[in-house]
């Protein structure tokens, strides 16, 4: 315990705020694969996104904290699909992978700044499929590219989150699935 302690004081009280701020954004984000509908989840993921930007900002980590800002702003546009001819369309994650793509051109910093692009580019096409199960599985791959960013910027509290991530995906898709299970019999 008393290594930790020291850990946090060397690294200053922005460090433990930054580190706070990703907290609350990983209880947000843990439980959005909790959630039955494809709206709850996409919101509760917007929320987190937006803690998680601060974190990143704090942290001057400034891939990550466009990427989540950009993925919060997506999450809430894709909380209306199937009700909007816009939102409804491929044009709408394409959209938002391009922008991600530009985002990374102008925060760029070293390859480790290539895994938030890949991650959020890839949850563009996984977050607009309605279908709650497909999406929990497909968010796995893009949980391990943002585990190693995440690991190269020093936060410990959004490294912790995409373990824990791994994890509620895996209950979700495992709870969801035997709910569905018994409503069959």
């Not at 900002?57 to 993925?71: R, S, V």
């Amino acid at each position: 315990m008393e290594k930790i302690g020291a850990f946090f004081a060397e690294k200053g009280p922005v460090y433990l705020i930054s580190q706070s701020f990703g907290v609350v954004a990983a209880v947000l984000l843990l439980a959005s694969f909790q959630q039955r509908t494809h709206k709850r989840i996409v919101v509760m993921q917007a929320c987190a996104g937006l803690l998680f930007g601060i974190q990143y900002l704090l942290l001057g980590a400034y891939e990550g904290m466009a990427c989540n800002f950009i993925g919060m702003i997506r999450s809430f546009t894709f909380s209306f699909r199937n009700k909007s001819k816009i939102v409804d369309s491929v044009f709408c994650p394409a959209f938002f992978a391009a922008a991600f793509g530009i985002s990374t051109i102008i925060t760029y910093k070293d390859l480790f700044s290539l895994m938030p692009l890949g991650a959020m580019i890839i949850s563009s096409f996984v977050l607009w499929i309605p279908q709650t199960q497909k999406l929990r599985a497909l968010t796995l791959p893009t949980s391990v590219m943002w585990l190693i960013y995440n690991i190269a910027c020093g936060s410990v509290v959004a490294s912790l989150t995409e373990v824990f991530c791994e994890i509620s995906i895996i209950i979700g898709l495992i709870r969801f699935r035997e709910k569905k299970a018994e409503k069959e019999v």
